[in-house]
């Protein structure tokens, strides 16, 4: 129990999977304009997350017990590749709305990092099952709640003054590190 | 074949990090010394003129469908072997570089250039773009490691220089730590980036000004 | 426009990823085949020189018993145990190896791998005047360390409490450890 709330907490606080860790800057800084996008993106992350820990976590039983454990990057991709694309058929036959919502936002997760990095760091700490989808789904979280946050600080960034050279993405950039720099705050709250 | 153009596009106007803020991922968690830096870079122009070659010279072959799925195939082969090397001849480089090696598979610069490149030009000019596209990403990745090594440990040439420990310019008291944690790495790439637009604006006006004077 | 069966189009598009993979796996195959060895070698040969390091003479495995779920192999020597620990720092696991003579004082540690930050926690791997220093603090500690900030003697590597703390848990795991064994 306690292992679970460790991980949950400094995947979300501690040790934010955007903030700290640096996975999954692409889309952070790419759709965090408007806050409902990133909201959608965030939800859409945190459940390929749990998906793919889960998945991997079996193929990369596989691989072991073949002695293939050189083939994990290419293997790890193609398996978030596929459930991305399985996802995405499933929510546009089933859940309509949800696919509306969620929609766009899908391809891109094929290659965002936090992805595969949440599945090569499951696999480097050797997290049993459980452990490994919680890592998967609090690393989610913690990427929803940094880039909701983020949004919002952004939504006011765009409409005050800068120096013209700094104006696009420097001031975000410049506004992310200052969120960092409060995020750094909790790396007191690990608990091992 | 317009080798300088396509040099220029990848070193400034069409800088991988600066101007299609592509790869940020690493480019922010490993430029934290001048090592890091350079093998990074170097990890990623071998990986991108490898891919970018190959994609070309398959680009008849993959039918366009599945050609997202194909290009990762082949990219994360490159990154494994790639990585496996590093393994094995540059332990140290494996260990300071960490995930962020298979990571390369994600990173946005070598998909998006065998996309937007790779998939519709000739093999040497692929491979002219890897190589471009490559030396930007280095280029971009030393500035930010330079100067985050500078004010974070106050050295310079980290794990390279000096027997690893890097010269030092700032008395060990003094560097602002939080420079090479997270927070200096968004402040950083901001301040370079906004330099990046602030060269580009001056270089247009400069040429304007030449075709006024004309 | 080609005029093929669906059928056979998407056999074709299933086949060409299919070699695609296949290609891809041959080549990882034969390249693992080359590195494999030189990586298991340089990883054994980094063992060995740790154990080294804290073991004069140095020492074979042996069983033992472990509460702290920190301890992964104990090597028994002429001057005493060598345990190889993992505790969890700032960014993830650090493999260190504690030198421990027979009556429970610590004889010297090492660091073998960690993916601290660079410039902080990865201090207390580094080969420099710096890392020295903090490591060589620990030999002739005995009983329980704990750094500074937590009422021991262990001086923090500065900007990297979280990464200090991680080696004296280690530290500490060996050393209950070497006690359980008498």
Known sequence: MEAIL???ISAILSENFILVKFYGICPFMGVSKKIDTAVGMGMAVTFVMAL??????????????????????????LVIASIVQVVEMFLKKAVPALYKALGVFLPLI????AVLGVVLVNVQEGYNFLLSVINGAAGG????????LFASIRERVNKTECPECFKGFPIALIAAGLLALAFMGFSGLSIF | MNFKKQFKEGL???????????????????????????????????????SNVLISALRNFIPSQIRIAAYITIIAGFVTVVD????????????????????????????GRAEAFASKNSVLASAVDGLCQGIGYTVALVITCVIRELLGSGTFGGGLLNGGEGIRIIPAQFPAMQMVMPVGGFLV??????????LMKYLEMKSKKKEAAK | MKTESTVKYVLRLALTLLLITAVVAVALAAVNSVTAPKIA???????QEAIEAVLPGGGEEVAFTDDTGLVATVYQGNAGYAVKVTPTGFNGTVEMMVGIDPSGNVLGISVISQSETAGLGAVSAASTSAGEAFRGQFAGMSGSVSVTKDGGAVDAITGATITSRAVCAGVNAALSCVANMG
Request: hydrophobic content about 60%; aromatic content about 8%; glycine content about 6%.
């Open chain 2, 189 to 198: 790439l901001g301040f370079v980036i906004a330099a990046s637009q602030w």
């Open chain 1, 6 to 8: 460790g991980i949950i």
């Open chain 1, 52 to 77: 793919a820990s889960a998945a991997c976590f079996a193929v990369n039983l596989l691989l072991v017990a073949l002695n293939l454990e050189y083939m994990q990057t290419v293997a790890f991709i």
């Open chain 1, 110 to 113: 094929t290659t965002n990092c």
């Open chain 3, 41 to 47: 070698l340089l990883n054994a040969q980094k063992t």
């Open chain 2, 12 to 50: 400034l106007t069409k800088n991988p990090v600066t101007v299609q803020l592509l790869g940020m991922c690493s480019t922010l968690a490993i430029t934290t010394s001048l090592f890091n830096g350079i093998g990074m870079g170097l990890a990623v122009t071998i990986i991108l003129i490898c």
């Open chain 2, 84 to 111: 496996l090397f590093l393994q094995a001849y540059i332990p140290a480089l494996a260990e300071s570089l960490g995930v962020f090696i298979p990571l390369i598979v994600v990173n946005c610069i070598v998909l």
């Open chain 1, 141 to 148: 979280l913690g990427f929803t709640v940094a880039i909701v």
